[in-house]
Structure formats: structure tokens, C-alpha cells
């Protein structure tokens, strides 16, 4: 049960459900005259619980896939590397400005989470950040992040 | 105002230099999106989203619906020629499709997939026109115990019909509307689930959820494994097919263009359910049934037009409801929202010029597909020889600048990458992400509609069955509902999905 990767996943949904009807409770329920702001989020809430113990209930009394069985044969190591990448490029992309972070992460993945020849890296980069950057502020007008270039590009 | 003079409205604003360019843009990346495994229309569509700000209206909304019955078009090619679906429609395509390319006979089944979608997609168009008029009369009446029961119908039908766990697809579609319900409420003017973020006050944003669910995670998923393209290296020969090839597909052509309309109509039908049923139907009333899965034409043609008819039948809930019939819609009703518009029954008359532009744009644009289609496959296939390696950087880098671009800000890329890493696991686990989305969109205005339907009726809820469209459409739900209670239902909905994945 305990390696049951849907008696997880039912948890996980569990979890939402239950705080979901707290904030509906939190948020004040109303009168059925006069429904509250949070008479949709408590019944959703009730509604998320009983469809996750659907889930749940099946994983508690037979076997399903184990929650290994599902990254077996994978390459979950590449997923993982991406998954950072694109987390830092959200923290950073303000400070550091859409162009350096961009370079960055695309050379990044090119070059080492599945790579390609690096001369085509650095072309393909190169070419895909600054031809973004034109389109977007000559042509859309909008403002991209000058971050750590902004003396540079004005 | 009849249809002759809407249709000629209609063409007069279509036919704007401006708008036959964003035309020609949607079909051209609806085709490109359709072409490249990896990348389909909701992600091409979300990608957009913020370019649709820099112009009119009526060139977003083109160039959108553009992209959707573009990518029904290119999907084919990429299931004929390299057995990867381009898109989810075209799953079903691959098993006739490759066949006969693998037999020396890709030119036909290329050409026969373009035509036939040609031929649909004009019919669901002049249907659209014809229909869509008569159905905002009907709907003006709709009131919101009407519109709530309908939203109703929709998500619980499209969890019917989604894969896996009927369970897990409500699920995702509760979630999707707590995570619609984000932000200041309607009528008390609340902040809820907000957490203290500025950020949260206006909702969550779709281009961020969806970009998340469907763009990173999709392409988190395809890393996971090699992808390994095998592009038919034989040439692909004439695109005519042979009279004997016309005869053998023009009935399934027809019939997969009137299922495929009806079945797009329907809330949470689709070009994906269009396909399958078409490929089911040809199959049943054949008369040498064991062609299919060997190269029966008919197994390419019927799907195929059923694809794009769904494709144009779609619109009718959307432009005449205001209810986006699926996720695509879904989508197409954000860029309607985010130009301050409300398609529904009052739209036809309130802005005639935008609902018939739209439909005359529709026409040219399906023209435009079959001349991009039939000459420029070999430009396609080139395409497709892209190493995904590469495709999938810029991939990720155009999810990136399209959900900055969306809201300006940095927030929406971290929200972004929330919902990247949720939609990856959701895949893993064999949660469906599109009943989500639908939610998420129709959540505010399900809310609102039950709100207002209990204030008007003093609390009472057998407002939702005295009123008789109301009352249909929650007795359909809660057939759907209780389906998987009933052996030759629960058989029937779980073979559809099985076929499906």
C-alpha cells in the first residue's frame, strides 16, 4: 500500500480537498438566500475529498504501480536538471535581464542536458535570444527585463 | 440582418490586408504545430495569446482560430509519414496513414487527408453560419440556472470521456475551478486564497496555467525518453488520389464530416472524439473490415474530415453560448475576455462585424490550408527532421518570453513553472490535464451563475429542475456521472479510452 503510487496521489489530492474546505470555511459560507465567498470553495472542497478517497480506496486493498515503477527506465535525471533550470531562470529572469538568462539557460541545455554540437549551440542560442529580444520590444513593444545589460541595450 | 449580408460583412472585414496576414500567420503556426510532435494547438495557442494584444480583436480571434483548424490539417502529416501523431486528433490517423506510406502509397494518403479535411471543414463553416444564428435566439432566453446546468454538462462529459479514472478526471475539473475561483470575488469584493499576493488579486492567469500544463510538461515528458523519428526516406509520389481512391473514401468523407460537426457541438466533444468515432464507424459498416490497420484509405479519410468538421462545429457552443465546448475553446474564449468581448447570443448582434469575420476569415483561411498543404509538404517533412534536441530549448524559451509577455510579469513564469512540474507529475500519475483547464475558465462564471441562481429563487435549488433545459442537462450529467455504476456503460466508456491512449 505504502509504495502504491496511486494511494499517493489520492493522498496528495486529499490533502488539497481538506484545505480547500477550510478556506471555505474561513472565508465565511453565507446563507443559501445569500451564498458567501466561500460556499463554492467548501462544497468543491467536500466534492475534492470524497473523488480523492475514490482514488485512494481501490490503492488501500489492491496492488497498482509502485511510485519507483513510474521513473524506471527513465531519464528522470534530465527532468530533474530542467526542472532546477527553469526554477532559478524564474527567480533570476528580473535581476538579471532576459538576455543573459536566456543565453544561459539555452547554452545549458544544449550543451549539456541533451547536447548538440557546441558551435550549433552557440549559434542557435545566440540567434533565438536576440531575435526574441528585437521581435518583441521593436516590434510587440513590450518590455523584456534589461537586467545586468540595461546600460548596455538603454 | 440575414445571412447573405452577415457573410458579406463578414468578407469586407476578412479580406483586410491586416487580417488575411493574421489568417495566413494562424494556418501557417497552426500547421507547423500540427506538423511538430511535441508541441500542439493549446500550447501554440497559449504561445500567442499576448501577440493578439498588439492588434484588433478580430485579427487575434483570427489568427487563433486559425492556428486550431490549421493544426487538425498538419497533424495528418506527421501520423502518415512518421507514425507520430502531430497532435492528439491525428492519433487515430497513424494506424491507416503510416501503412499506406509504408506500402509506396503516402502521396494519396497525404492528399486525400488534405482534401477530405477541406471538404469538412467548408461544410462545418456553411453549418456554422447557418446554425449559429438560430441558436443565440434560443439562447437568449438561457438564464443562470440554464448557463450553470450546461457548464455542468460540459465538464462532467468531458471527464466521461477523457482516459483512465473517471474519479481522477472530476478531480482535476474541481481543482480546476478552486483554482479559477483565485483572487477578488465578484460580488463581495473578497480576497480568496490569495495568500497576501498582489499578484493573486486578479485570478491566476491561463496563459501561465496552460503553458505550464500542456508546454513545460509536455516537453518534461518527452525528455524522460529518446523520441526516435523515423522519416519516410521513399518519395512521396503524387498527392492525387486515383478515381478508385476517391470512391473508396467519398462516404467517408461525408460521414466523417456530419459526425465530426455534431460531435464538436456537444460540451467537452472534440476533434480528438471526432476522429475516433469516425475511425470506429468506417470500420463497423465496412464490408471488408479487415482493411483497416493495413492501409484502407477510408481509415485516413473519415478521421481526418471528422477532425476538422469537430474543429468548426466547436465554435457554435462558444460564439453563440458564450460556453467553450473544450479546451481549445477554452483558450479562444480568454483571447475574446482579454479584448473586453463576451461571446455568447448577443455578440451576433452586437458586434456583427467581429462574429462574421470571423466565419468569412474561416473560409479563406481553409482555402489558404489546402494550398499550404498539398504543394509544401516536402517543407514539412524538413521540418520534421528538426533534432528535438534543439526544438525543445526554443520550445521552452517561447513559453517563457509568451507568458511574460502575457501579463509583464515574472511572476507568471515562476506560476509557469509551478504548473510545469504539476502537469509532469499529473502525467505520471494519470491525472488529465484539459478538464483542468475547462474548469478553470468556466469556474467564475459557474459560480457566479449558481449564486445568482440561488439569490433569484430565495435559496431554493429545484430551480435547477424546474426550468426544463436546465433540468435536461443535469439529468445527462448525472447519467454520465453514474455511468461507471453500469456494466455496459463503464465497458463502453473504458474500450474508448483504452483505443484512445
Known sequence: ???????????????????????????????????????????????????????????????GPSLASLWTGTRWGKVLVVIALLLAYSVLFEAIGFIACTLALLLVLMWFVDPVDWWLAIIVAVLATFGVWAALTKWLKIQLPAGVLAGILG | MDVIDGLGQGFAVALQPINLLY????????????????????????????????????????????????????????????????????????????????????????????????????????????????LARVAIAFGPPEYFSLMVLGLTILSFLSQGSMAKSLLMATFGIVLGLVGIDQITAQARMTFDRLELLDGIGLVPIVMGLFGVAEILFNLEQELRRDVMQA??????????????????????????????????????????????????????????????????????????????????????????PNVVMALLLGAFIIHGLQPGPLMMTQRPDLFWGIVASMYIGNAMLLVLNMPMIGMWVQVLKLPYRILFPLILMFCIVGVFASGNAAFDVFVMVVFGVLGYLMRKFGYEPAPLVLAFVLGPMLENNLRKSLILSQGDFTVFLERPISAVCLLLAAVALLAPLFPALARRRSRFATEQT
Open chain 1, 1 to 63: 500500500m505504502i509504495r502504491n503510487s496511486e494511494f499517493w496521489g489520492g493522498l496528495f489530492w486529499l490533502a488539497i480537498g481538506a484545505f480547500v474546505i477550510w478556506v471555505g470555511r474561513d472565508l465565511g459560507l453565507g446563507r443559501l438566500q445569500e451564498p458567501g465567498p466561500g460556499f463554492a470553495f467548501y462544497w468543491i472542497g467536500i466534492a475534492m475529498c470524497g473523488l480523492a478517497l475514490a482514488v485512494l480506496a481501490p490503492a488501500l486493498v489492491s496492488r
Open chain 2, 23 to 134: 489568417c495566413f500567420i494562424g494556418v501557417f503556426i497552426g500547421t507547423l504545430v500540427g506538423v511538430l510532435p511535441g508541441i500542439g494547438p493549446v500550447s501554440a495557442m497559449s504561445l500567442l495569446l499576448p501577440v493578439t494584444l498588439s492588434g484588433t480583436p478580430e485579427s487575434g480571434i483570427i489568427m487563433m482560430a486559425g492556428i486550431y483548424y490549421g493544426s487538425m490539417y498538419g497533424g495528418s502529416t506527421t501520423s502518415i509519414l512518421v507514425n507520430i501523431p502531430g497532435e492528439a486528433a491525428s492519433v487515430v490517423t497513424c494506424i491507416d496513414g503510416h501503412e499506406m506510406a509504408k506500402q509506396g502509397r503516402a502521396g494519396p494518403a497525404l492528399g486525400i487527408a488534405a482534401l477530405g479535411s477541406f471538404a469538412a471543414g467548408t461544410f462545418a463553416i456553411v453549418a456554422l453560419m447557418l446554425v449559429a444564428p438560430a
Open chain 2, 235 to 324: 518519395r512521396i509520389g503524387s498527392l492525387w488520389p486515383s478515381l478508385a481512391d476517391w470512391t473508396a473514401s467519398k462516404w467517408a468523407v461525408l460521414r466523417g464530416t456530419v459526425l465530426g460537426f455534431f460531435l464538436g457541438i456537444l460540451p467537452g466533444g472534440g476533434a480528438v472524439i471526432a476522429s475516433f468515432a469516425s475511425y470506429a464507424l468506417e470500420k463497423k459498416i465496412s464490408a471488408t473490415p479487415e482493411r483497416f490497420g493495413k492501409g484502407a484509405i477510408e481509415g485516413v479519410a473519415g478521421p481526418e474530415a471528422a477532425n476538422n468538421a469537430a474543429a468548426g462545429g466547436a465554435f457554435i457552443p462558444l460564439m453563440t453560448l458564450g460556453i467553450p
